[in-house]
């Protein structure tokens, strides 16, 4: 008896679900499906592996209004799929990602994070688990069909509802929500670039407190009494913050790279040119490390250069 199969997706065998689905539909004599939600884009990958296998006989159930577009379960039912849809009160908290295949001798098994559209198929992260096991294996595969046939309770049939009050509103609605999708997209796209900006500018302001906390605790300059006390660079300190705040570090650092303060004599001096400003802006490896242009990281390059040149003659 050939053991049972378990496969990671993404992994080395399987880079997505729809991966997985055409492996399901290779030889199988039904594939059954229930998800949240089914929209366009989910449909055609769907209908992809019918015209790969004509004898799959794809079911699904899906959840019904606000987020399944009607058209694509329109476009599966004609299609020869049957659909049942959930609807109701019990919509909202229906909410898996389940398919099952049957083969001759084999039950394929997929669950994971991803719904029947174009990103939770294939172009989103999501993380799946497949699982084929023999049919011989008659209580583990028993557990798993039983698990999809109470989803699949949970449905009225497609061709129940459609022409009714709710069918009818719930295309309304589509159409409408359609609309404000639109609006929504271009607000994600406002905070995601917001937010990326934040995160690299949170990034610099991490590293450039390092400098200034490392500087502090490592480097000794005169006191003007003949001894040595820490180098507290507060000026420093209090422009990184003021910049922070006001979302401008990356315009403090060029300012600083452009004209050195008597900080950067101080670190040559102390032979520690690996605590500038500079080597924050020529750090490739760093997500903000395009955020400076060509001038900051030249002058950059100059200082460094100079400051090494210092430090030698010093030592």
Not at 50 to 77: K, M, Q, S, W, Y
Not at 285 to 293: D, E, I, K, T, V
Request: glycine content about 6%.
């Amino acid at each position: 008896m050939p053991p049972t199969e378990h496969h990671l997706v993404p992994g080395p065998r399987f880079s997505n679900a729809s991966d997985v689905l055409e492996e399901m539909a290779k030889d199988a004599t039904s594939l059954r499906g229930a998800v949240a939600f089914v929209t366009a884009s989910g449909a055609e990958r769907l209908l992809r592996l019918r015209e790969r296998n004509p004898l799959a006989i794809l079911a699904i159930t899906a959840r019904g209004a606000p987020i399944t577009d009607p058209c694509a379960l329109v476009t599966l039912a004609d299609a020869g799929v049957a659909v049942g849809i959930v609807c109701g009160t019990q919509a909202p908290r229906f909410h898996p990602k389940l398919w099952i295949a049957r083969s001759d001798a084999t039950l394929h098994v997929l669950s994971g994070s991803g719904n029947a559209t174009a990103g939770g198929l294939s172009d989103n992260v999501e993380q799946f688990e497949y699982f084929a096991i023999p049919l011989v294996e008659t209580t583990v595969v028993d557990a798993h069909e039983q698990r999809l046939r109470a989803l699949e309770a949970s449905g009225v049939p497609l061709s129940v509802m459609r022409g009714t009050p709710y069918w009818e509103e719930w295309q309304r609605q589509t159409r409408r929500r359609d609309r404000l999708e639109a609006e929504i997209r271009a607000l994600d796209e406002r905070l995601a670039a917001r937010s990326a900006s934040d995160t690299l500018n949170a990034q610099l302001y991490t590293d450039l407190h390092e400098l200034y906390m490392r500087t502090k605790a490592e480097v000794l300059i005169p006191d003007g009494k003949g001894g040595r006390r820490p180098y507290v660079a507060s000026r420093f300190k209090q422009a990184l913050e003021r910049a922070r705040r006001e979302g401008a570090l990356v315009p403090l650092v060029a300012r600083m790279v452009k004209d050195p303060t008597q900080g950067l004599h101080h670190l040559a001096d102390a032979g520690r040119p690996d605590l500038m400003v500079e080597t924050v802006v020529l750090d490739s490896s760093r997500p903000y490390h395009g955020l400076f242009n060509d001038s900051t990281r030249a002058d950059a390059e100059t200082n460094l250069e100079l400051a090494r040149q210092k430090g030698a003659t010093t030592r």
